[in-house]
């Protein structure tokens, strides 16, 4: 086992921590304003869309495929869980047909 290697990951661990941490302590002590305050309460989906449109933008067809899944399902259904689900089998099951 390497010291450095065990210190760094400790370290990356705490600096991670304390910038949560630091962000909900903030929150608590200080109320945003009404503009802010949707913001972060409607970041998080904007935030998934930027990554997995990337990674579908490689995949091709299979991409779309799986996008039309995500959407169909979440649209019926309003569970991400399955909707995430439904599109990784959409992709699978389309790269499996070719």
Known sequence: MRWDV?????????????????GYAVL???RPPPFIDAMLRNLPGPIF????SL?????????????????????????LSVSILAGVGAVWLWQAMV
């Not at 869309?49 to 997995?52: F, R, S």
């Open 6 to 22: 065990l210190a760094a990951i400790i370290g990356m661990a705490l600096v991670t921590y304390l910038c949560r941490a630091g």
């Open 28 to 30: 608590r002590a200080v």
């Open 49 to 52: 869309v930027a990554y997995v």
């Open 55 to 79: 990674a579908l933008d490689r995949i091709g067809p299979a991409g779309v495929f799986g996008t039309a899944a995500v959407i169909l399902v979440q649209w019926k259904t309003k569970n």
